[in-house]
């Protein structure tokens, strides 16, 4: 067992330092040791912020299902309230524009609720394939799930 005087526990930090960085595997480590501690800061920095109420109000945002033939089938919007809330639904582009107004300032009780699309615009045409953003409104707060519709 080595002791406090052991000459191997005795070396200090920037031979180690120099010794794994001379070979791959200690470039590797080093490497993604940069990068955990990069992630715990933005972590840290990003979680420092506080929480107000307002970003809990809706939970599990998703399209079901989240890829769909807008002409063969529909897709829904469904969300959770955490509390009674006035709810706008929209469906964006990929470049965020409404194309679908589903829902303007309705009134909805706590708990789970679901919209369906058929994947068309307000012209009440089919959208054209690419990925659509689904937005939930709440007091001015934007839920969002994306969906992908294509045609076949």
């Not at 031979?15 to 791959?24: A, C, D, G, K, V």
């Not at 715990?40 to 399209?63: E, G, N």
């Not at 919209?115 to 707060?141: A, L, R, S």
């Amino acid at each position: 067992m080595a002791g406090p005087k052991d000459p191997d526990l005795s070396r200090d930090r920037s031979f180690i330092f120099t010794r794994l960085s001379h070979s791959w595997s200690g470039v590797a480590l080093l490497t993604s040791l940069h990068a955990l501690c990069a992630m715990l800061i933005a972590l840290f920095t990003c979680c420092s912020q506080p929480i107000s109420p307002d970003d809990l109000l809706v939970s599990s945002c998703r399209f079901e299902p989240p890829l769909f033939d807008s002409f063969r089938q529909n897709t829904k919007l469904s969300y959770s309230l955490n509390q009674p809330a006035t709810v706008s639904i929209y469906i964006l582009d990929g470049d965020r524009n409404v194309v679908k107004t589903v829902a303007v300032n309705l009134s909805l009780s706590k708990g789970s609720h679901s919209h369906g699309w058929k994947g068309d615009n307000d012209e009440w045409t089919f959208v054209p394939t690419g990925i659509y953003i689904g937005q939930v409104v709440v007091k001015g707060k934007r839920f969002e799930a994306t969906v992908e519709v294509f045609h076949w």
